[in-house]
C-alpha cells in the first residue's frame, strides 16, 4: 500500500520548489504561473531510522523502505473549475491521490508575484477549496441527474443514489467540503456511491506552509499564525516548511544535513515532518520483514490485523493465513535477530486476531 499524496495550491506559493526538495523528479520551478504543464510525480523513500539498524543485524542483498508518491499539480486560480487558467485537466489529477497537501504561501517577497496581489492565507485557502468544491458539485449533480433518470426503472441504488446526492449538492453548495458531509457509511450501498464519485473535498488534507529562512515562528509571521488558527478551528494539521531550506538540503550529505539543522533550530527536515503528517493524516504505520534477501518496511492501515498485513505483501498470503511470527523490532535489534529472539522467548506466534503494531517485525506461514 503505497502513499499518494497531490500537492495543491496557488501558483507561486512554492509547490514546484517544494517538490523538488521532497522527490528525486525534478520540476520546473519559474516565477510566473502554470510551469508546471504536466503533474510531476516523484517517488520518496519514508525516512526510518529502524529499517537501517535492522539491516545492521541481518545484512540482507537489499533495503526497502516504504514509499510516498508525491504528485506536483499546476497551481489552481479562481476559476479552475469552469476551466480558468488550466482548469479541469488538473482538478482530474488530484482525484487519483490518497491525501492532499495544501501549499499555502506565508512569506512576503516583492520579487515573487502573488496571483491576489499580496500573501493571505485565510483567502488564499478559500480560493483553492472554493474551486475544489465547486469541480465536486458538477459531479455531484452529474450524479444526480444520472438517479433521477434511472429511478423511474425502479432501481433501489439510483433511489437511494438521488437523496443521497440531492443532499450532497446542498451541502457543498453551502460551501462545505464533502469530508464534513454526514451519512450513512455503514450502508455499502451509500457508501459504494459515495466512493465511486472519487470527490476531491472528501480526501484527507493537509496544509504546507511555506515560510521564508526566517519565518517559522508563528509569533513574528503573521501568516503562519493566522494558517495555524485556521487548521485548529477545522481540527486539520499544519507542517511549516521552509521550501527554500529544504531545497538547499536535498544537495547537501548526511552529516551537512544535521549540521545544518541543528544551526536553524530543527529537528528533522521538512520531508520527514511532511510524511509523518500523510501517514497520521490516513492513520498508516509501518510494520517489517526482515531476511537475507532483503529487509523491508511495508505500510499498513492502524488496526489492520496479520492477514490483512500479510495480504500487502501478496494476495495468497491473506487467502492461506495460517500464523504469524512477530518480534518487536527493540527486541530484534537489542538481541541480533531472529534466532536469539527465539530462543529469549521474545518471538511470539499470532493468529487471525493479531493487531498489528507498528514496528512489528514478522514472517508469516502460508498455504495456498
Not at 477549496?129 to 459531479?139: H, V, Y
Not at 521538512?270 to 503528517?277: C, E, S
Amino acid at each position: 500500500m503505497g502513499l499518494s499524496v497531490g500537492i495543491v495550491g496557488l501558483p507561486n506559493v512554492g509547490k514546484s520548489t517544494l517538490f523538488n526538495a521532497l522527490s528525486t523528479a525534478t520540476a520546473e520551478s519559474a516565477n510566473y504561473p502554470f510551469c508546471t504543464i504536466e503533474p510531476n510525480v516523484g517517488i520518496v523513500d519514508v525516512p526510518d531510522h529502524r529499517l537501517e539498524k535492522l539491516a545492521k543485524i541481518v545484512s540482507p542483498e537489499k533495503v526497502l523502505p516504504a514509499a510516498v508518491e508525491f504528485v506536483d499539480i499546476a497551481g489552481l486560480v479562481k476559476g479552475a473549475s469552469k476551466g480558468e487558467g488550466l482548469g479541469n485537466k488538473f482538478l482530474s489529477h488530484i482525484r487519483s491521490v490518497d491525501a492532499i497537501a495544501h501549499v499555502v504561501r506565508c512569506f512576503e517577497d516583492e520579487n515573487v508575484v502573488h496571483v491576489d496581489g499580496s500573501p493571505d492565507p485565510v483567502r488564499d485557502v478559500d480560493t483553492i477549496e472554493t474551486e475544489l468544491i465547486l469541480a465536486d458539485f458538477e459531479t455531484v449533480d452529474k450524479r444526480l441527474e444520472r438517479a433521477k433518470k434511472y429511478k423511474k426503472s425502479g432501481d433501489k441504488v439510483e433511489l437511494k443514489a438521488e437523496t443521497l446526492c440531492a443532499d450532497l449538492a446542498a451541502h457543498l453548495d453551502a460551501g462545505k467540503p464533502a469530508r464534513t458531509f454526514e451519512f450513512e457509511e455503514a450502508d455499502e450501498v451509500l457508501f459504494n456511491i459515495m466512493r465511486d464519485m472519487h470527490l476531491i473535498t472528501r480526501k484527507p488534507t493537509l496544509f504546507v506552509s511555506n515560510v521564508s529562512e526566517k519565518g517559522l515562528n508563528p509569533a513574528t509571521n503573521p501568516h503562519l499564525k493566522a494558517i495555524q488558527e485556521l487548521a485548529s478551528e477545522r481540527k486539520d494539521l499544519v507542517v511549516p516548511i521552509c521550501a527554500k531550506f529544504e531545497e538547499e538540503m536535498a544537495e547537501m550529505d548526511e552529516e551537512d544535513r544535521f549540521e545544518f539543522l541543528e544551526e536553524i533550530g530543527l529537528e528533522a527536515p521538512g520531508l520527514h515532518r511532511l510524511i509523518r503528517g500523510g501517514f497520521e493524516l490516513l492513520g498508516l504505520q509501518t510494520y517489517f520483514t526482515a531476511g537475507v534477501k532483503e529487509v523491508r518496511a511495508w505500510t499498513i492501515k492502524e488496526g489492520d490485523k496479520a492477514p490483512q498485513a500479510a495480504g500487502v505483501i501478496h494476495t495468497d498470503f491473506e487467502r492461506g493465513f495460517i500464523k504469524a511470527e512477530v518480534i518487536w523490532w527493540e527486541d530484534f535489534i537489542e538481541l541480533g535477530g531472529d534466532a536469539p529472539c527465539k530462543a529469549a522467548g521474545k518471538m511470539k506466534l499470532e493468529g487471525k486476531e493479531y493487531v498489528v503494531r507498528d514496528g512489528d517485525v514478522m514472517h508469516f506461514k502460508f498455504n495456498v
